[in-house]
């Protein structure tokens, strides 16, 4: 019900003042649901606090989080956009009085605490990033979300190193093609799972040295002396995690796709000394976020730019297809990052 309401006075609070701001379209729901309670509105276009900015976007990230939020179980924090859509490109619209380092024209992409859905989004100018080198707005609009994660939580969290074994569960997922192609730049034997051939063959194109069919074999029979497991599906993967890793090895969960209730043998963490930890990247502060940003651009954004790391696109809709996009995230079916393309 808290989420809601807060859609309900945002709704209410903004159409109050549409007479008096210019207005925009952006993807709204009633009440959670499926894919169908998905609609296009006409908003009042946000206005940027003194240290943000005020994006004109070109492409949205689709994302699994914006599922969770449409279902109603991922509420906005507070004082966020209620709007869907996590990660953005597109070009500087305007800028608060205290924004030093963005002016009105740049290029960029973002992470958002919310309304990228929309044709324009508010967001702590710190959380920008310029668009690497080459790139489409299409391409740039898949980075920030999941390159946030992989970075926060592979290598700062679990500091994964050069020639460690690291697993990412999902690896034809946004997260899992992002997680492969760093781990393996930086120097890591990566290895994944995945739900059918084709993803497998993908996801040993771009540098997993195995691929599990979780359809056909049991991961935790095949991989071993895991030291980094990256894990969005918990349920009964979590004690098969602790069973392929090696002592001193780090589990990091991100989701529980599978449930969030597990049981484990707390020996078999003991006896290997395994540190077991997660976040989630929406509830970071903006202090945190702008330093993953930081760190981001100057580790890897040359790599984007050398084109030794890419954004793999599998999909992308139109705004008016929202409800598409989410149905396609839904099936399972991708293999990299579905977008939404709102300015044409």
């Not at 925009?24 to 649901?33: A, L, N, S």
């Not at 958002?112 to 702590?124: F, K, L, N, R, T």
């Not at 990412?168 to 946004?174: A, F, L």
């Not at 894990?231 to 796709?257: F, H, P, S, W």
Request: aromatic fraction near 6%; include cysteine; proline fraction near 5%.
């Amino acid at each position: 019900m808290g989420d809601l309401s807060i859609r309900r006075e945002w709704y209410s609070k903004y159409a109050s003042i549409m007479k008096r701001s210019k207005a925009m379209k952006c993807v709204f729901f009633d009440e959670p649901g499926s894919a169908e309670v998905l609609r296009i509105i006409d908003a009042a276009t946000p206005v940027p606090g003194a240290t943000e900015a005020l994006i004109r976007v070109h492409a949205a990230g689709v994302n699994h989080p914006d599922i969770d939020q449409r279902e109603g179980a991922y509420p906005p924090l507070a004082g966020a956009s209620p709007i869907l859509g996590l990660e953005v490109s597109g070009v500087i619209e305007s800028v608060g009085a205290g924004v030093k380092n963005l002016k009105p024209g740049d290029r960029v992409c973002a992470l958002v605490p919310g309304g990228g859905y929309a044709e324009y989004c508010v967001v702590p100018a710190t959380h920008c990033l310029p668009i690497p080198l080459g790139l489409t707005f299409e391409e740039a609009a898949g980075i920030p979300e999941t390159f946030f994660t992989v970075w926060a939580n592979v290598f700062q969290m679990a500091k994964l190193q050069q020639g460690e074994n690291f697993l990412v569960h999902g690896g034809s997922s946004g997260i899992g093609t992002t997680a492969i192609q760093l781990a393996k730049n930086f120097g890591a034997h990566v290895f994944t799972t995945v739900g059918s051939k084709e993803k497998s063959e993908k996801c040993v194109e771009l540098g997993a040295q195995v691929a599990v069919n979780y359809n056909e074999q049991d991961f935790s029979k095949i991989l071993k002396d895991l030291d980094v497991v990256l894990d969005m599906v918990g349920g009964e993967y979590t004690q098969k995690n602790i069973n392929c890793m090696r002592k001193n090895g780090r589990l990091v969960q991100i989701a529980a796709l599978n449930g969030e209730k597990v049981q484990i043998n707390l020996f078999s963490v003991m006896k290997k000394r395994l540190t077991l930890t997660g976040a989630t990247m929406r509830p970071r502060s903006v202090e945190e976020k702008a330093k993953i940003a930081s760190e981001l651009h100057d580790k890897v954004w040359p790599l984007l730019e050398s084109k030794k790391i890419r954004v793999l696109i599998d999909s992308v809709f139109p705004l008016v297809d929202v409800q598409k996009a989410h149905q396609r995230m839904e099936s399972s079916q991708h293999i990299g990052k579905i977008i939404l393309s709102i300015q044409r």
